[in-house]
């Protein structure tokens, strides 16, 4: 499905820097690219040369001059991908030159006068998916690679760039349609095919290749989507807690202000780290309390609303001295969420008992850690914690996973909506044609996934997220 127009856009990031990057898709780039390139040869002169007949996938030396003058914008690098061996399987001309703003969009104009128009957000990588050579799975991983903030977020991304999750998806397609294969048969054929669909059989076989595979995917999601998508961590407590110089302690740098007055913190900061490959995005809150401070009573209404959306929560409790009706109101306000009980200040204990039995014995049952945030003892382990809270114990090494995405996950639980259809309908020995329209919509949601069948509506959403030049 080569496209008609040819596209053309600046593939690096804004700014300065030694090389920027245009990328050109289409009928028109080696046409655009011989008007506007002029080849520099061994010697000291130059020719022009057709551009098609360039040796693809190397680097040729040579200027970009505005067509019949003598200006040049700039000195490049240009290498030519002929169709169907291209990213886009559309011929393409990368043009590698100074990366500088206005030599790359001078560059870029000239190519849009010569024919082609400005891409789209991810409109590169859609052509690719639209042309065959990457399925959706794909496709969306390669905006997963460029948007990955840790190590096990970008061997994740790689894995579905590979296609491990279209392949893991295409395995339990094969089953799902041998089955609706055997019974299309029966119904077709009663009489020739007469014993062709053995429900026990069937039954068997969803069982262990496709319903066990699909929750196993679904339950992926749930355990170590935070790999990719990242954890959101509000760290909350009454007013001179600590809770400052906790967020300074994880991410290793004072980077909220910390005094011995209460309420210092009258705003949210945020600060971005890694915890054990996953990305993490820590957020100091103004201290809770009632207050008829107008600032104080902004930052504590942005605290209570950030936390509703956090996925994990510090609650910071002061180890030298004794629990207070905050504290109280604080432990009621986050008790339908996923928490964990820091006792800061362990340093000023004397070699009392810091364990969660100093505790309420109501608040004993949720995860607890004793912590220093002044001298960093506990901090390795409250980490630790915090990876377990959130992930639980991560099956599986981030090199080999197979990770879905939350639309993959959706999908996914619609397909074992009707696969849970399939087998009540095995079980209750309901009419095959029922069972195989719940089959076929089974394979159908499978097929969302990897975009055999994909709508407008869909494509548009996934590939806005892309960066223009990919």
Request: some cysteine.
């Amino acid at each position: 499905m080569i496209q008609a127009e040819t596209i053309a856009a600046i593939a690096t990031p804004p700014g300065r820097g030694g090389i920027g990057i245009i990328k050109v898709s289409g009928p028109l780039s080696i046409p655009i690219a011989e008007k506007i390139f002029r080849r520099n040869a061994a010697g000291s002169g130059s020719e022009s040369g057709p551009v098609g007949k360039l040796k693809t996938y190397r680097l040729y030396y040579g200027r970009i001059v505005v067509p019949d003058s003598t200006i040049t914008l700039d000195e490049v690098l240009l290498a030519v991908m002929k169709a169907p061996r291209s990213y886009t399987r559309e011929d393409v001309v990368e043009i590698q030159g100074h990366a500088g703003p206005a030599a790359l969009k001078s560059i870029l104009a000239l190519i849009l006068e010569q024919g082609a128009r400005l891409a789209e957000p991810g409109e590169f990588t859609r052509r690719a998916f639209l042309n065959g050579r990457i399925d959706l799975t794909q496709a969306e991983a390669v905006a997963d690679i460029i948007n990955a903030r840790t190590d096990a977020a970008l061997l994740v991304a790689a894995n579905q760039v590979s296609g491990r999750l279209a392949t893991a998806i295409e395995r339990i397609k094969t089953t799902l349609v041998a089955v609706l294969a055997e019974i299309e048969a029966e119904i077709d054929f009663p009489e020739d095919a007469q014993g062709a669909f053995d429900r026990q059989r069937a039954a068997d076989l969803l069982g262990s290749r496709v319903v066990s595979p699909v929750k196993d995917l679904i339950e992926r999601y749930a355990r170590e989507h935070l790999i990719r998508d990242g954890l959101r961590i509000i760290i909350v407590g009454r007013p001179n807690v600590g809770k400052s110089s906790l967020l300074n302690c994880l991410v290793n740098k004072d980077r909220a202000i910390v005094t011995a007055t209460p309420g210092t913190t009258r705003d949210l900061i945020e600060e971005e780290l890694q915890i054990q490959g996953i990305p993490v995005t820590a957020i100091d809150t103004a201290g809770l309390h009632v207050t008829d401070d107008p600032i104080e009573k902004i930052g504590i209404a942005r605290a209570e609303e950030r936390m509703d959306n956090a996925d994990l929560v510090l609650f910071v409790l002061d180890a030298g001295g004794p629990l207070t009706g905050e504290d109280f109101r604080i432990r009621t306000r986050i008790a339908d969420k996923n928490s964990i009980v820091v006792l800061n200040k362990i340093d000023l204990l004397n070699g009392q008992r810091s364990d969660n039995a100093v505790l309420p014995i109501r608040w004993q049952n949720q995860p607890f850690a004793a912590v220093s945030a002044l001298t960093g003892q506990g901090i390795p382990s409250l980490k630790k914690l915090i990876v377990r809270t959130a992930v639980g114990e991560m099956g599986g090494r981030a090199e080999h996973a197979v990770l879905p995405n939350l639309r993959h996950e959706m999908a996914l639980r619609s397909c074992l909506q009707f696969l849970d259809a399939v087998c009540s309908g095995i079980q209750d020995d309901a009419p095959a044609e029922l069972i195989a329209m719940d089959l076929g919509e089974s394979i159908r949601w499978l097929d969302r996934i990897t975009g055999t069948e994909p709508s407008v509506d869909v494509l548009d959403q996934i590939f806005s997220q892309f960066c223009i030049g990919k």
